[in-house]
């Protein structure tokens, strides 16, 4: 049962990441030093995206709830809600590519929201 909760916590900061990728320049607006953190896990998450690769997070948790003996993805809210969205079924290369320019996008978007915010305040 320790394990399942482990890799039921592994999938819930999985999906804290991808969320922190995807919206964590508006966090820019309130507090500037965010940006050293954020960019970091935008170009990890592109590479991620772009290579191929697999994210460290996803052979720990198969760890884990193998170790647990069991999936542990039958019921229950991280089963039924996180799981799709941290691991979409027929995720192929194109779609991972469109995700990473995606990425891009919706950051360039925030950045450059408060750029011009920024420009406009002077």
Known sequence: MVYE?????VVAFHLLFIIFVMAGGLLFFLKRWVIWFHL??????VLIEWEGW???LTPLENYLRHTAEGTGYEGGF???YLLPV??????TPEI???LGVLV????????GVYVITSLRNR
Not at 5 to 9: E, L, R, S
Not at 86 to 91: E, N, W
Request: one cysteine or more.
């Open 54 to 56: 697999i994210c460290p």
């Open 40 to 45: 970091p896990a935008v170009v990890w998450a």
């Open 86 to 91: 941290v691991y979409p079924a027929g995720l």
């Open 78 to 80: 991280i089963g039924h």
């Open 96 to 98: 991972q590519y469109f």
């Open 5 to 9: 909760i482990a890799a039921d916590v």
């Open 104 to 111: 891009i996008a919706v950051n360039l978007l925030l950045y």
